[in-house]
């Protein structure tokens, strides 16, 4: 194993707490995932510095750490040995995590423990849904006609798309009884058995209940005295769930009291007995209103309050992703599109396909400023991607919430284009990744305006983090001015105790490189002035540690107010710049301290200045350093590439 993974993983240990506060760990294809004795022990500053680590965010009970495809696996062996932990499956970390949550929390991990394994067969039946749509919508490619009336050969092979894409949905109880059995403990075929009675073709079908109350004729059953409404169950989701939860309760008990020899026969047939009976006595009717009202509540803020509502809907959709609280939304969302025929389509996936493309922008706002920040940049970018294809939590964990002005961002944004999408009822026919490529997912009239919402989207936060990043930057800019001044006056800075470079022997006309990165001509620095030569020619050098250096012997001309750039005179009369970083005269010196004031003498490698790479780079700026000689004209640059601090690097003649 790579030395670079036993490092990883003992250094995240450390930035935990230690093995003593890690109560379980697993990981995924990833992300390292651990359960924590103690979070508030957690070092996230340490931790982010880590190089294998690219983010982190607490979810679920679980400390995940995000390390990446090909490298979690590695660190996570080092490190349940170092740890002295044994291995767990996911499943087990997820039991120990939740004896960590609250009552809701619990609840809304059920429920999406329910339906996260039946997700592939909506998701299916739903695409399925869009492409019989497409087969079918009228005009969409030929005027005033559908591709099944251009061309009649294809007519059958559409019924047979729409009859496939139906049974999902059609069948929708039999698959959340499998399922939520499953989760409670109960048998899941009996489960399924359930959700099949629930929609049995004897009973009046679930969608005409309504209009069947209104005309009074819904039948029933008299069972010992009792009405109860011979109704089935189509296109619910809650009583379904709840009827599961029945039947595991007792199942369970009679696993405890039936004899072992008639446990095979009894338990079965009393387990499906009670709990049938008790869906349509009492559970069926109670969750049916629980479930009209999710749904209605839900229809009321998209159809009743418009853009408002979209615009509400699309800025609390994140905040319930750091919660893990968005779990819940699947419960109304699969109900709406069981209700398919009747609402004409879903109005939530266009607005948290909107939501989740304004957290991409944001992050690739991030990837755009970060100029000088590696990691940052290619985390942002990443995670940006991946936003647009509907995963958003390492661009929301791993950036955005990191450096928070662009999740302000990204909420603005989000909360536009979900908007937008309102205000053009923009309808989903299914569920499906929720990003651009949810194009399908859409009603085909829908399609562009979709498309545009998600545009809208992009576009304004984009906008929206840049802005704010700039004003944030300048804010703290500001902030660190003034304390800085507070320290030590109106002058410059001098640190006490600030260790020199050793003096080093030098020759007359050369400059020793004051600081090391890398270098290149002055021609190829990212600012036009420096890169015409009109203030001097040199070298500009794109650092790689935060203090630049004496160049040379001899004295300071100046030191700029702002700190970012210093004037030095040679004992043989060259006339030297450095300008640390492009436009830095914009921090007004935050992030830098003067070590030396004018006038001073200097020897060839004591340290003049100190800044914050990180602190910089994250602000917005170039940190490429420009090194020009203003007098003599003349430079002749002997060195480009990756250069140490004191290596000979420009001849001024």
């Not at 030929?142 to 894409?165: C, G, Q, R, T, Y």
């Not at 991607?385 to 999740?407: C, D, H, M, Q």
């Not at 830095?584 to 200045?609: M, P, Q, W, Y």
């Amino acid at each position: 194993m790579e030395e670079k993974y036993v490092n990883a993983a003992q250094e995240i240990l450390d930035c935990i707490g230690g093995k003593d506060n890690v109560a379980s760990a697993a990981h995924c294809a990833t992300r390292l995932r651990l359960v924590l004795k103690d979070e508030s022990l957690i070092r996230i500053d340490e931790l982010e510095k880590i190089d294998l680590v690219k983010g982190n965010f607490n979810n679920g009970g679980q400390f995940q750490i995000i390390l990446g495809t090909g490298i979690v696996n590695k660190v996570y062996a080092e490190f349940i040995k170092i740890a002295n932990i044994t291995e767990m499956t996911k499943e087990e970390l997820k039991q120990q995590a939740a004896k960590k949550m609250n009552p809701v929390q619990k609840l809304l991990k059920t429920l999406a423990d329910v339906f996260v394994p039946i997700l592939p067969a909506l998701v299916a039946s739903g695409l399925l849904m869009g492409i019989n749509n497409i087969l079918t919508a009228q005009g969409m490619f030929v005027a005033d006609k559908s591709l099944v009336e251009a061309f009649p050969a294809i007519k059958d092979f559409a019924e047979m798309v729409n009859l496939f894409s139906n049974a999902g949905f059609t069948f929708l109880p039999v698959l959340i009884g499998f399922s939520a059995a499953k989760i409670f403990g109960a048998t899941p075929i009996l489960g399924a058995v359930i959700g099949a009675i629930m929609i049995h073709p004897d009973l009046m079908n679930g969608y005409g209940y309504g209009q069947a109350l209104l005309d009074g004729t819904v039948p029933y059953w008299n069972i010992f005295g009792l009405s109860v409404a011979k109704v089935g169950y189509q296109g619910t989701v809650l009583p379904v769930i709840a009827s599961a939860f029945c039947l595991a309760v007792v199942e369970k008990r009679l696993r405890k009291v039936v004899p072992a020899m008639l446990d095979n026969i009894v338990t079965p047939l009393l387990s499906v007995l009670i709990a049938g009976a008790m869906t349509f006595l009492f559970i069926g009717p109670v969750m049916r209103g629980v479930g009209d009202m999710m749904t209605n509540a839900v229809m009321w803020l998209f159809f009743d309050l418009g853009a408002v509502g979209g615009l509400i809907y699309g800025v609390t959709y994140p905040l319930l992703v750091i919660t893990g609280m968005h779990h819940s939304l699947v419960t109304a969302e699969t109900q709406i599109l069981a209700n398919i025929g009747t609402l004409g389509g879903s109005p939530t996936f266009a607005v948290v396909a909107a939501a989740n493309c304004a957290q991409g922008a944001a992050a690739l706002a991030v990837m755009v400023r970060s100029k000088n920040d590696p990691k940052m940049k290619s985390m942002a970018s990443a995670s940006g991607i991946s936003s647009f294809l509907g995963i958003t939590e390492p661009a929301i964990f791993g950036v955005n919430l990191k450096l928070r002005y662009p999740f302000y961002g990204a909420l603005i944004g989000g909360g536009v284009g979900a908007a937008y999408a309102t205000l053009m009822s923009v309808l989903s026919v299914s569920q499906g990744p929720c990003g651009i490529i949810g194009v399908i997912c859409i009603r085909p009239d829908c399609m562009l305006q979709f498309m545009v919402s998600m545009v809208v989207a992009i576009l304004c936060a984009f906008a929206a983090t840049m802005m704010l990043g700039t004003m944030m930057g300048k804010k703290e800019a500001k902030e660190a001015n003034v304390k800085d001044r507070e320290k030590a006056g109106s002058g410059p800075e001098k640190a006490p105790g600030a260790q020199a470079l050793p003096a080093i022997q030098t020759e007359p006309g050369y400059i020793y490189a004051p600081v090391e990165g890398k270098a290149v001509p002055h021609t190829e620095i990212p600012d036009a002035t420096f890169a015409s030569g009109m203030v001097g020619e040199g070298v500009g050098i794109l650092p790689s540690k935060g203090e630049v250096v004496a160049p040379f012997n001899g004295q300071i001309s100046a030191i700029f107010d702002t700190k970012h750039a210093i004037g030095l005179l040679s004992d043989d009369g060259v006339e030297l710049l450095i300008h640390v970083g492009i436009n830095t005269v914009e921090l007004n010196g935050a992030h830098f301290t003067a070590l030396k004031a004018s006038g001073d003498k200097i020897r060839a490698g004591e340290k003049l200045l100190q800044f914050d790479m990180a602190a910089i780079a994250a602000a917005g700026y170039d940190l490429t350093t420009a090194v020009l000689v203003a007098a003599p004209k003349k430079a002749q640059v002997l060195k480009t590439g990756d250069v140490a601090a004191l290596e000979k690097i420009i001849k001024a003649v």
